[in-house]
């Protein structure tokens, strides 16, 4: 099982920007998809974006004109960056890793990393 880890977070005030980093560990063939997804209080967990290994994207609607998202394939590491944020982006953002194991397929997420925007 591929095992991720976070980093970045925190309070950040209402136009700033947040950067995130994510980890993977553990993985045997290489990981097809990385990326993001978060979770606000009360509600569902939503994509953010998400980046294959040859470099196509899928970004959610709301957040797709303010998000950058960059892989180290070599280093199994993905990162976010979303600029001019907004209180609704309040989440838990959860790092997100599928592809190929023994036997099948995986789909893992990270522990999670708060981000609080408010001033």
């Known amino acids: 099982q591929v095992q991720l880890v976070e980093s970045g977070g925190g309070l950040v005030q209402p136009g700033g920007s947040l950067r995130l980093s994510c980890t993977a560990s553990g993985s045997i063939f290489p990981i097809e998809t990385m990326g993001w997804y978060r979770q606000a209080p009360g509600k569902q967990r939503e994509l953010v974006g998400t980046?294959?290994?040859?470099?196509?994207?899928t970004f959610a609607d709301p957040v797709k004109n303010r998000l950058t998202i960059r892989r180290d394939n070599a280093q199994n590491a993905v990162y976010l960056q979303m600029d001019n944020l907004k209180p609704e982006d309040t989440a838990v953002y959860y790092c997100?890793?599928?592809?190929?194991?023994?036997?099948?397929?995986?789909?893992?997420y990270g522990p999670g990393t708060q981000v609080t925007v408010s001033s």
């Open positions: 997100y890793a599928n592809g190929l194991r023994v036997g099948g397929r995986y789909t893992s």
């Open positions: 980046m294959a290994r040859g470099g196509s994207t």
